[in-house]
C-alpha cells in the first residue's frame, strides 16, 4: 500500500492532552467529544457510543497559552512526519517548561477516529530524546495493541509479532516507532494512524503559512472551488464579480527581462523552474492584481478560503491560531458555520483561538466548544472548558460573561496597580464607575 494515496476516509479528532510543553506544565486536556447537553444536537456528529463536536473555539489573555498549546499539536504531528530522518546525534527538541526539571518528560496523548475506527497514540521526550511511545486501536470497541515502547524496547501486540523487524532495526533514539514503522512494515492499521497526522490535520499560522499558491491551484484544478470563492466574496459585499487565476511552470533563466537573474546566479540554477502566479480580481469596471494591489483582507480572504472548501470536502481538522488576524468578524462568523452547517455526508473540524468576543454566542456555540486558556500561580497555562464552570446557563450571554471576568481567562486592570501609577495620569473614578473627569 501506498501510504501517500489519496483516500475518502472519515477522520475526526476526539481528544489531545500534552504536559510540560511551553507555558504547560502540568496535564491539560482538550476534547472534542460532546457533553450531555441536547442543546443544538444537528451540530453533533455520533460514533459509537460518543457524540463528536465539529469546532471548537479556544480564548484567553496574551500570554496565556493559547499559540502553545496548538505549537504541542503541531510538534506532534510534525515530529510524526518527520522524525524517520533524525540522523544519530541529532536531539529531539523539547520545549520544556521554564519550572521544569532538566531531567523532567514531555508527554503527549491523542485519541482519533480514521476510516471509522479509533486510535490511541501517544509518546513521552525526555531529555531531548524518545522515552515511550505507544499505538492501540479499537476495532469492534475493543482495545487492541499495536506495539509499545520503552526506549528503544519494542513490544508488538499479539497480532503483530515477527512484522516489525525491519522497522526496529533502523529505530533509533531519536525517532518514533511510528515514523520506521510507517515507512519499513506493511501494517494497514499502523499505517492509518501515521496518515491521520501527515494528511488529516491542517494547522494553518497565519506568520507561517501562505497558501495563495496552493488557493490558486485548487481554483485552477476545481471549477466548484473557483465558484465558491467568488459566491462567498460577493455574499461578503466586497464588488468582486469575479477571479482569473493562473499557475504555470517556468525556467527561472527564461523570466522576464525586468525579473532576469545575474548571470552567475543562472549559471548556478541551471534549467532549475519556478512557479509564475497570476491572480486578477475582477470587478465591474476594471481589475486589480491580487499580489501587488489588493487589500490586507482580501488576500487573506484568497489564501483561506480555498484551503477551507478544500478541507471541508475531504473532511480534513483545521487547526488555526489567531483566526481573525486581517479577517473582518462576519467573515470569521461565516467561516465558522461552514464546519458547523456543511453538508451532512460530510465532516470535518474546525479548532481555533481567537479574541474577537463577538463569535461567543449561545446561538453559534454549544457551553461545550468553548474552552480557556489561564495562568496560574507558577505561570503555567490551565486549559479549561466553560462546562466546567458552575452556573452558566444554556441562554446565558457568553460574552458579557467573558468579558465582565465571569470565566476568568481575561486580563483584567488592577486598581491596585493603577493607583500606585497615581492620579496624575489616571483618573481612577472614571475608569472604575466614579465621577467622570
Known amino acids: 500500500m501506498n501510504i501517500y494515496q489519496k483516500e475518502e476516509v472519515s477522520k475526526m479528532l476526539l481528544e489531545f492532552k500534552c504536559s510540560n510543553h511551553r507555558s504547560i506544565k502540568e496535564e491539560v486536556n482538550f476534547s472534542m467529544i460532546a457533553g450531555s447537553d441536547n442543546t443544538s444536537e444537528e451540530l453533533l456528529k455520533d460514533f459509537g457510543n460518543f457524540r463528536v463536536l465539529r ?3 479556544i480564548y484567553g489573555a496574551n500570554g496565556s497559552g493559547k499559540s502553545n498549546f496548538i505549537s504541542a499539536l503541531l510538534f506532534m504531528c510534525d515530529l510524526v512526519g518527520n522524525s524517520i530522518n533524525y540522523q544519530p546525534g541529532q536531539g529531539v527538541f523539547q520545549a520544556r517548561h521554564k519550572l521544569s526539571a532538566e531531567d523532567s518528560s514531555s508527554e503527549y496523548r491523542i485519541q482519533f477516529v480514521r476510516n471509522d475506527i479509533r486510535y490511541a497514540y501517544g509518546f513521552s521526550v525526555k531529555k531531548n530524546l524518545i522515552q515511550d511511545e ?11 495493541k499495536i506495539f509499545e515502547r520503552n526506549g ?15 522497522s526496529i532495526s533502523i529505530l533509533k533514539d531519536n525517532r518514533l516507532f511510528l ?3 510507517a515507512n519499513y512494515s506493511n501494517v494497514k492499521e499502523l499505517e492509518e494512524a501515521f496518515m491521520f497526522f501527515k494528511t488529516d490535520i491542517v494547522v494553518y499560522n497565519p506568520e507561517i503559512n501562505n ?8 481554483m485552477q484544478d476545481n471549477d466548484m472551488i473557483k465558484k465558491t470563492f467568488v459566491n462567498i466574496l460577493q455574499a461578503l459585499g466586497t ?6 487565476v493562473k499557475l504555470e511552470k517556468i525556467k527561472l533563466a527564461d523570466l522576464p527581462q525586468e525579473l532576469q537573474l545575474p548571470d552567475a546566479l543562472k549559471s548556478l540554477l541551471g534549467t532549475k523552474e519556478g512557479n509564475r502566479i497570476e491572480a486578477k480580481v475582477v470587478y465591474d469596471q476594471f481589475e486589480v492584481d491580487l499580489m501587488t494591489e489588493e487589500s490586507t483582507g482580501v488576500k487573506r480572504l484568497f489564501q483561506m478560503i480555498c ?13 488555526c491560531d489567531e483566526l481573525e488576524t486581517s479577517l473582518h468578524e462576519s467573515v470569521i462568523f461565516q467561516i465558522v458555520q461552514l464546519f458547523q452547517k456543511y453538508q451532512k455526508d460530510k465532516f470535518a473540524q474546525l479548532i481555533f483561538s481567537t479574541h474577537d468576543t463577538s463569535l461567543l454566542d449561545s446561538d453559534l456555540f454549544r457551553r461545550d466548544q468553548v474552552w480557556f486558556t489561564q ?3 507558577e505561570r503555567a497555562t490551565d486549559l479549561y472548558s466553560l462546562v466546567e464552570i458552575k452556573n452558566v446557563r444554556k441562554s446565558e450571554n457568553l460574552e458579557k460573561g467573558y468579558v465582565s471576568g465571569k470565566y476568568g481567562a481575561i486580563p483584567m486592570l488592577n486598581k491596585n496597580i493603577l493607583s500606585r501609577i497615581g492620579t496624575k495620569y489616571f483618573r481612577i473614578g472614571g475608569l472604575y464607575g466614579g465621577e467622570k473627569s
Open 55 to 57: 469546532s471548537a473555539v
Open 179 to 181: 515514523s520506521c514503522a
Open 152 to 166: 528503544l524496547e519494542i513490544r508488538p501486540g499479539d497480532r503483530y509479532k515477527g512484522v516489525f523487524d525491519v
Open 239 to 244: 464588488g468582486a464579480k469575479d477571479v482569473k
Open 375 to 377: 495562568l496560574n500561580n
Open 134 to 144: 505507544y499505538l492501540y486501536y479499537f476495532p469492534k470497541g475493543r482495545q487492541v
Open 211 to 218: 497558501w495563495t499558491e496552493y488557493s490558486i491551484k485548487l
Open 307 to 319: 484551503p477551507i472548501i478544500d478541507i471541508l470536502d475531504k473532511g480534513k481538522i483545521l487547526i
